[in-house]
């Protein structure tokens, strides 16, 4: 799994403009990273009656429950913190079994979003899955933009998981390899915040 995981990363990082990168999440991380889950949500709370303090309150304990529930579910995940020009930018949260690939969260602070990051990673995610011949997996909320790019991606619906879809992609789809290019500079934009796992406790 080591030389495995060493692939992934060289091949994610190689999807990403130069200036950007990934590395391990490490304890120092969570300050930037409950920074970054709050803006996901942002558009969410906008329209509810509260004060600012009672939403950073709400988020702050949301986030915690987020991060308790990855922890408990998802033993062998890859945490992985996206960058540019070494400032924290990003998410990007994997784990890989024997049966699938899940992609349990990919996030952009909101000035990185609608660049082709998220789409370069997903789609770097799916030439790695197609050469193990594992499907991906993952999470998302009917009403977040990212569905259609995961649909485009060849992703369908299986289910209804609580307030969540979950969606499946075969392995070796062709389309997907063919529009893979080397660099996120070249990806056109997608249109879509790249966010797929939301919290797992809402309001």
């Given at each position: 799994?080591?030389?495995?995981?060493?692939?992934?990363?060289?091949?994610?990082?190689?999807?990403?403009?130069?200036?950007?990168?990934?590395?391990?999440?490490?304890?120092?991380?969570?300050?930037?990273?409950?920074?970054?889950?709050?803006?996901?949500?942002?558009?969410?709370?906008?329209?509810?009656?509260?004060?600012?303090?009672?939403?950073?309150?709400?988020?702050?304990?949301?986030?915690?429950?987020?991060?308790?529930?990855?922890?408990?579910?998802?033993?062998?995940?890859?945490?992985?913190?996206?960058?540019?020009?070494?400032?924290?930018?990003?998410?990007?949260?994997?784990?890989?079994?024997?049966?699938?690939?899940?992609?349990?969260?990919?996030?952009?602070?909101?000035?990185?979003?609608?660049?082709?990051?998220?789409?370069?990673?997903?789609?770097?995610?799916?030439?790695?899955?197609?050469?193990?011949?594992?499907?991906?997996?993952?999470?998302?909320?009917?009403?977040?933009?990212?569905?259609?790019?995961?649909?485009?991606?060849?992703?369908?619906?299986e289910e209804t998981r609580g307030v969540y879809l979950f969606m499946r992609r075969p392995a070796a789809q062709p389309s997907v390899e063919n529009d893979l290019v080397p660099?996120?500079?070249?990806?056109?934009?997608?249109?879509?915040?790249?966010?797929?796992?939301?919290?797992?406790?809402?309001?």
């Open positions: 799994m080591a030389n495995t995981t060493g692939a992934l990363v060289a091949r994610l990082v190689s999807a990403l403009p130069a200036s950007h990168g990934l590395r391990d999440r490490t304890e120092a991380d969570l300050p930037f990273l409950r920074r970054l889950y709050a803006q996901t949500r942002q558009q969410e709370l906008a329209p509810v009656p509260w004060t600012a303090q009672q939403k950073e309150d709400f988020l702050g304990d949301q986030f915690g429950k987020q991060h308790h529930h990855y922890l408990q579910h998802y033993p062998r995940a890859q945490w992985w913190v996206v960058t540019c020009e070494d400032d924290s930018i990003g998410r990007l949260y994997i784990e890989q079994t024997e049966s699938e690939l899940r992609i349990m969260d990919v996030s952009l602070l909101e000035h990185h979003r609608n660049q082709g990051l998220g789409g370069a990673l997903m789609r770097a995610l799916l030439l790695h899955t197609d050469e193990l011949g594992l499907p991906a997996t993952l999470h998302v909320e009917p009403f977040n933009p990212a569905l259609r790019l995961y649909e485009r991606l060849g992703f369908a619906t660099r996120a500079a070249a990806v056109a934009p997608d249109g879509d915040d790249e966010q797929i796992e939301p919290p797992v406790h809402r309001m």
